[in-house]
């Protein structure tokens, strides 16, 4: 059963945007994002939505993978959107009982859940074209200014990607564990939850010390190859922009101008 | 000089308690003497707690001694500013698979030690495929480590190692978590680049079958070495194994009992084909 949980879902497939630099690909994502919570007016929405759906389209990442990954999300795009259409002060439309709807809430309940499903698809579609581990890459390269105020960018990138390698091993050693106890007669399914909780301590215990373990060897292991440090190390795979990374960023850059203009000129109806 | 040159090492673990008291001192290595010539197959046999692991450890500077010295390839290890220079020489493998392996794709994991020695970037790429061609395991190179069988783990551990290009490579018990499938592929990788590399290999086991291809044996016992020789000197000492808590082959074996019983073999028989030569020759 631990086997079902995926982490990072990626999806191979042989498209522009798979090839972007993980850099690109982090930087448009937070463009996007910036742009979903400045725009005003219809025309900026209908140019957000027309981009999204450009870049869903050269992805070659089938449409139902990403709503795969709005269903996660519903209730807290439901409460949003209930808080914004009940809450919002102005000249009630329609009033029942306590309850009065404005129309700038349903304005805003509207707009609020169109941001909140743009944001999802947008992010997902930066980690479903992206491994887990050009995206560490990515991260330590750009965040690398950090490391000369004391930030330990190389450190930190080294332990995520360390991470992800030991997800698998470790969710393994999880069933394994589980088994083992249950082979003794340990119950992690019946009673209520402070019961199933502290039924959870016999797999966590030796869990950790495994853990601990394996992080000990590890450490030795990465010694013996001379690791220290991120000074004076060279990447087999570095990071470099190609004319095709030069164009995104065109691309977003002009995308983002779209967005301001429409601020500024066609407000209109918000 | 040879290639690894031990000298009076001793290790000694010590136990403090919470206040920084002595607690207990247990000898791990007690005045080693070792000369390793460089190409050799070396075999470094013992029990659980003979001391073998912890001098695998010297010989890459994960521990230093507590007395005596160590050179590795003529630089001692004590020095600190030697630590990586001697690691860069002296590659090493450990026992667990699973905990040797820091990338998540094949490639860039024996990729991990020219990155960290600062290899260009070029080149890296360049001994990534040759020393996973010479472990058979090119094929495999995009793969998840996850996805690999232990032997198979292993040999990409021994790749990665070999991307160094170390003299040396210290495999500390690389068999003992492997089915005996993985066992021989491992060996086999070992002898390979011992043989056509002339990497000096140092092979740390307790398994006896192991240990009859090497071109020369250490035994340890409780922190000394207690025998050294060719594979033949040293199985044709059946009793004096047995008193260190080693077995011998089991053909070795079986040709002692014959012998005692009567027949007429010689000592330290270490094949099947040497018995049955050998059983051949009496019956004529």
């Known amino acids: 059963m631990l086997r079902d949980i995926t982490l990072g879902q990626y999806y191979p497939a042989d498209s522009v945007i798979h090839k972007l630099d993980p850099r690109v690909k982090l930087f448009a994502t937070l463009i996007y994002i910036i742009s979903l919570f400045c725009f005003k007016g219809i025309a900026a929405l209908l140019a957000a939505t027309a981009f999204l759906f450009a870049v869903i389209k050269t992805s ?51 707009l609020m859940a169109i941001r909140l499903t743009y944001l999802i698809l947008g992010t997902s579609i930066m980690t ?35 991470a992800l390698r030991f997800i698998p091993i470790l969710i393994e050693e999880t069933d394994k564990i ?18 199933k909780v502290k039924n959870m301590v016999p797999l966590l215990v030796p869990l950790f010390v495994s853990a601990f373990r394996r992080a000990d060897d590890l450490a030795m292991a990465m010694e013996a190859r001379c690791y220290n440090g991120g000074e004076g190390r060279t990447k087999m795979k570095p990071l470099k922009y190609v004319a095709l990374d030069h164009k995104a960023y065109a691309i977003i850059f002009a995308y983002f101008i779209v967005i301001l203009l429409c601020r500024t000129f066609l407000p209109w109806p918000m | ?27 791990a290595l007690d005045h080693i003497d070792l000369d390793v010539q460089p190409g050799q197959f070396i075999a470094i046999l013992g029990h659980n707690g003979s001391g073998k692991s912890t001098l695998a450890k010297h010989i890459n500077a994960l521990l230093a001694p507590t007395e005596g010295s ?5 630089k001692d290890v004590t020095q600190e500013e030697n630590i990586l220079p001697v690691r860069k020489t002296a590659g090493m493998v450990f026992q667990n698979p699973d905990n040797q392996i820091i990338a998540s794709v094949v490639e860039e994991d024996v990729g991990f030690g020219p990155e960290n020695i600062g290899v260009p970037t ?69 002898h390979e680049l011992n043989q056509k590399k002339g990497v000096t290999i140092l092979l740390i086991t307790h398994y006896m079958e192991e240990v009859v291809d090497a071109d020369y044996v250490y035994v340890m016992d409780k922190g000394h070495v207690v025998m050294q020789g060719t594979p033949r000197e040293i199985f044709s000492q059946v009793g004096t194994l047995k008193e260190h808590g080693l077995d011998v082959p089991q053909i070795t074996l079986l040709a002692d009992l014959l012998r005692q019983s009567g027949l007429d073999i ?19």
Not at chain 1, 140 to 153: A, D
Not at chain 2, 268 to 276: D, H
Request: aromatic residues 4%; contains cysteine; proline residues 5%.
């Open chain 1, 178 to 195: 589980m088994k083992a106890q249950m082979a003794r007669g340990a119950d992690f399914e019946s009673g209520n939850l402070i019961h």
């Open chain 1, 60 to 110: 070659k990442v089938p449409f139902k993978f990403m709503v795969k990954g709005l269903k996660a999300i519903m209730v807290l795009m439901l409460i949003t959107a209930l808080f914004n259409l009940f809450l919002t002060p102005g000249e009630p439309i329609v009033q029942l009982w306590i309850f009065k709807i404005t129309a700038e809430g349903a304005q805003n309940a509207v």
């Open chain 2, 122 to 190: 070029d080149e890296i790429w360049q001994r990534v495929e040759e020393s996973l061609k010479s472990v058979g395991m090119l094929q495999y190179r995009h793969h998840s480590p996850n996805k690999l069988s232990g032997g198979q783990k292993q040999r990409v551990a021994i790749a990665g190692v070999m991307a160094m290009e170390p003299k040396c490579i210290v495999l500390d018990e690389p068999t003992a978590m492997l089915d005996p499938n993985g066992r021989k592929e491992v060996l086999h990788a070992a």
């Open chain 2, 70 to 74: 160590l050179w590795v390839d003529g």
């Open chain 1, 128 to 162: 479903l074209t992206t491994t887990p581990n050009q995206l560490t890459d990515g991260l330590e390269k750009s965040l690398m200014p950090l490391s000369k105020i004391g930030i330990p960018v190389h450190a930190i990138a080294m332990m995520m990607s360390i």
């Open chain 2, 266 to 284: 010689p000592l330290g028989v270490l094949t099947r084909e040497e018995l049955v030569d050998a059983i051949m020759k009496i019956a004529g």
């Open chain 2, 1 to 27: 000089m040879g290639i690894i040159k031990a000298k009076q090492l001793v290790h000694e673990y010590i136990r403090r308690d919470e206040e920084g008291n002595v607690e207990s001192i247990q000898t």
